[in-house]
Structures are given as structure tokens and as C-alpha cells.
């Protein structure tokens, strides 16, 4: 199956199923979670500012591809 057929089917099930949007909506939801409380940790900060939260988005959105490609 060809990328853009392959990618086509994805979509249009997060579009149509509610569980399957659902699922993949908590799995994003979950990577900026995880991902702000290291962040808390590693820098000891009690309160961020958007450049801490833009890191933290780029932090997430790599730990979000890397559970969907199962490279963790």
C-alpha cells in the first residue's frame, strides 16, 4: 500500500471512529504530560514560560513519533 493510501485509511478512521480518535487523542495527550513532568524534574522549576513549554512540545512530539514507530 502506498503512503498516501495507507495515510488516507488512518485519517479516515480517526475521522469516523470515535474510540480510535479517542485513543490517538490520549496517546498525544499523554506525550506532553509525561513530558512536562520531566521537565519539572530535570530543571526543578515550579513555574514554566513558553519557552519551557516549546520545549517541552518538541520534547513530546518526538516521544509521541517514537511510540507510534515503536522505537522506545
Not at 5 to 27: G, L, P
Request: proline share 0%; hydrophobic share 35%; with cysteine.
Amino acid at each position: 500500500m502506498k503512503l498516501g493510501k495507507a495515510s488516507e485509511v488512518v485519517f479516515n478512521e480517526i475521522k469516523n471512529d470515535v474510540e480510535y480518535r479517542r485513543t490517538w487523542s490520549a496517546n498525544i495527550a499523554m506525550a506532553f504530560k509525561d513530558n512536562y513532568s520531566q521537565y519539572k524534574k530535570e530543571t526543578g522549576k515550579k513555574t514554566l514560560n513558553s519557552e519551557d513549554i516549546h520545549i517541552i512540545s518538541n520534547r513530546a512530539s518526538e516521544h509521541f513519533l517514537n511510540l507510534l514507530c515503536d522505537e522506545l
